[in-house]
């Protein structure tokens, strides 16, 4: 490990070492669905561990791949845990990410955005007693790193009839919605105070909010579906207004469930669905007029009938409906007889690669920069040989939550 | 009186043939010289641009002293070759200052470019761009050793760069047990 054998051939180089900003110029270039490739050169030193792992390292990589991070896989919230998530890798095999932890234990994955997932403890008591106290417990795990913040439960005197959440970052923030019998409420948890603080409250719409529908960020306001599937929830994160947007007028109540999208690069509201009758699965895309009014424009659509195997469309069988779409990425997540995601770019139809039931699936799209623990540690003697007790001590794994 | 004002003309002349130049002479740390276009150098280096404009072009030829021949020559080139291909907007834009913009895949006669380059002469090339503030240059040389980097182990990276491992085996034991999807081996 110290010099070389006097026979070994010389380096290729023998000029001093690059300087640190070249080597970030470098390795700031190495393409974002090559997860491993960084990691690899992360294990080359510490020096450039730590250099990887730096804020504006990750910062810069963001910057340089502007809407490309790629889709690292999925997290599923299975029937055999009764809910609880399980992340999926997007490549079975060779090189793709994937957490040291798959499993998030007794928590179901609700939401994920830059490289963030939201998680809420799996309520252990189905009693729907209506007088009583109701704590909502949430958790925000970072896969890449296996980082776990628990968050504070949100405690609510009377019981929560409805509620849905997200995590948003720049600043990271999480905020929940939620109705109950007097009042529409909105929290949001700030790390700073490592607190909730009650953003808006108002009068409950009459509907509830779906809680199985993940919510997107568009143009500054989360947006939540109603349970009944004729109306969205709009909570604006500056206004802190919230207000209801019409879904098409010709949909059902209880119609087929939607999946939300963020368009554009996050600057027009849209949705997916599949026909029930014809098989189609359209994206419908939100105009807002100059005086606020809404109306929906098909934009585009797909027959699954050309793209997915017979066998997934019997007549007889499950009818396909969307899932979730994996923003900025286009892949389409959807539930036939079986798991299939469709990659709208090349028209790919690829079999999930689950062999368990799921309610629900939220897609994770995210960079892979390594934040290598074991390097970051600095050294309580350097050159002595203390090196093994180096397990982060500070981070918390999500199977010791719960 | 008459002979002050006869000198003070021909320095304003001499002045205005110097500005009216449009090549600058650059000379490497060997000693030799290269010639470049001044439009293609200001545009291309933010380095040369402030030397431009502040005068410190000295017209025997501006010493770069952390630069060999091998490596200005290759500059030289590149500015030449730039100045001759229709430059895309992207070029022109990502050569302003500290680059954060979205990275443009290199064109064909770049790839070509550096494809051509020793291993040496590239990682040489790559500190001069870097000293002369050549964003779009720093660019398609970190590009290229990126890409030759591709599918290399932590021992085949080190190799390339000179640089020693400071793991114990204790920690790379860790991590290979924490992060199993991205070895190879396993």
């Known amino acids: ?402 | 009186m008459e002979v002050d004002k006869g000198k003070g003309e021909a320095e304003e002349t001499r002045k205005v043939a110097e500005a009216d130049r449009d090549t600058v002479t650059l000379k490497s740390s060997d000693g030799k010289l290269f010639e470049v276009s001044k439009e293609a150098a200001a545009r291309l280096s933010t380095v040369l641009a402030g030397m431009i404009a502040g005068g410190s072009i000295d017209d025997n030829g501006t010493d770069l002293k952390q630069i060999g021949s091998e490596a200005l020559e290759n500059v030289v080139d590149y500015c030449n070759k730039h100045a001759n291909s229709i430059p895309s907007a992207a070029l022109i834009s990502s050569s302003i200052s500290f680059n954060t913009a979205p990275f443009k895949e290199p064109e064909e006669w770049e790839r070509k470019f550096v494809d051509r380059l020793s291993h040496d002469a590239l990682f040489d090339l790559v500190e001069a761009a870097n000293f002369l503030g050549m964003e779009r240059l720093l660019d398609v040389t970190c590009h290229k050793i990126s890409e030759m980097m591709k599918g290399k182990s932590p021992d085949q990276i080190r190799e390339v760069f000179n640089i020693k491992n400071d793991y114990t085996k204790e920690e790379l034991e860790e991590i290979r047990q924490e992060l199993a999807w991205a070895f190879y081996d396993d």
């Open chain 1, 1 to 402: 490990m110290d010099a070389p054998p006097l026979a070994a051939p010389p380096p290729l180089r023998v000029s001093p070492e690059l300087p640190l900003e070249i080597v970030e110029d470098i390795f700031i270039l190495v393409p974002p669905e090559d997860c491993a490739f960084l990691l690899r050169a992360a294990l080359a030193c510490k020096t450039w561990a730590h250099l990887f792992a730096s804020r504006g390292f990750s910062r810069r990589y963001r910057q340089r791949h502007r809407g490309a991070a790629p889709l690292l896989g999925f997290l599923a919230n299975l029937a055999d845990t009764g809910g609880a998530a399980r992340f999926i890798p997007a490549t079975i095999s060779g090189g793709g990410f994937r957490p040291f932890r798959a499993d998030s234990h007794g928590y179901r994955a609700h939401d994920a955005r830059y490289g963030r997932v939201l998680l809420s403890r799996v309520s252990v008591t189905s009693t729907t007693d209506t007088t009583s106290a109701q704590s909502i417990f949430l958790a925000v795990w970072v896969p890449i790193t296996g980082e776990v913040w628990r968050l504070p439960p949100l405690l609510r005197h009377r019981p929560v009839r409805s509620w849905n959440a997200a995590v948003i970052c720049d600043p990271f923030r999480v905020v929940v919605v939620g109705m109950d019998t007097r009042e529409l409420f909105v929290y949001t948890y700030v790390p700073e105070a490592h607190a909730w603080f009650v953003f808006a409250a108002g009068k409950p719409v009459s509907d509830q909010l779906d809680g199985d529908v993940a919510g997107v960020l568009v143009s500054d306001a989360l947006h939540f579906v109603l349970l009944k599937g004729t109306r969205i929830l709009k909570y604006h994160l500056l206004t802190r207004e919230v207000s209801t947007i019409r879904l098409p007028n010709r949909r059902r109540a209880y119609g087929p469930r939607i999946t939300l999208m963020a368009m554009e690069d996050g600057r027009r509201l849209g949705f997916a669905e599949v026909c029930t009758v014809t098989n189609i699965l359209r994206f419908m895309a939100l105009n807002i007029g100059r005086h606020g009014e809404t109306s929906w424009e098909m934009i585009r659509f797909i027959d699954l009938h050309d793209k997915l195997p017979a066998e997934a469309i019997s007549p007889l069988g499950f009818l396909p409906r969307v899932v979730a779409v994996a923003e900025g990425v286009d892949v389409v997540f959807l539930k036939t007889a079986d798991g299939l995601t469709l990659d709208l770019k090349s028209g790919k139809v690829t079999k999930i690669p689950m062999t368990n039931g799921f309610f629900d699936i939220i897609p994770y799209v995210s960079f892979y920069v390594p934040v290598l623990k074991a390097a970051l540690v600095v050294p309580s003697g350097v050159g002595t040989s203390g090196g093994a007790s180096t397990s982060g001590n500070n981070v918390q794994h999500v199977d010791h939550l719960g």
